[in-house]
């Protein structure tokens, strides 16, 4: 089976080898934009230096503003979860947001097409948090003044 991965331009920040306790094993420290496949970087350096590798492991140590280092055990979430879950809104407030209006959001719920307005015609965002009514209710990817909704969040009230 063959498919191909689409192109996407990513940016590498940072990378150094961290470690090399075992021969041909390495640890890379990557510092990357969002987007970036580790895996096709380690194939692509591979292949640059005329061999091949494999993936043995992948720690992410950040997420966004999402650090590793922050992170609790489900133990700990089990024992006091309003302490550590935060809601959706919380998580994505720094991230650019667009409120969408009745319309728009009835085109959103019935699957439909939303064309932004014309200001929005030639921008183009890899990610955007869509709010209606201050409720985050997806995460989309504006081209050409369209929304391409990504990720759809079920979280109407009942």
């Known amino acids: 089976v063959e498919f191909n991965i689409p192109f996407k331009e990513i940016e590498i920040f940072d990378i150094k080898v961290a470690e090399t306790e075992v021969e041909n094993l390495f640890q890379f420290d990557i510092t990357c934009s ?5 895996r096709s970087l380690a194939r692509d350096i591979s292949a640059a230096l005329g ?3 494999t993936m043995v492991s992948i720690i992410r140590l950040r997420s966004g503003k999402f650090l590793l280092e922050n992170a609790k055990t489900t133990d700990e979430i089990a024992e006091d979860p309003d302490k550590y879950i935060i809601s959706i809104e ?6 650019k947001q667009l409120c969408i209006n009745d319309l728009d959001y009835y085109r959103f719920k019935t699957g439909q097409e939303i064309y932004l307005e014309k200001e929005y015609c ?5 990610i955007i948090v869509l709010l209606y009514k201050s409720k985050v209710i997806a995460i989309a990817e504006i081209v050409s003044g369209r929304l391409l909704i990504k990720i759809r969040f079920n979280n109407e009230e009942k």
Do not use: F, P, S
């Not at 919380?90 to 991230?95: G, M, S, V």
């Not at 030639?122 to 890899?126: K, L, P, R």
């Open 122 to 126: 030639d921008v183009n965002e890899d």
């Open 90 to 95: 919380q998580a994505l407030k720094d991230e």
């Open 51 to 53: 061999t091949v590798a």
């Open 34 to 38: 969002a987007g970036t496949y580790v």
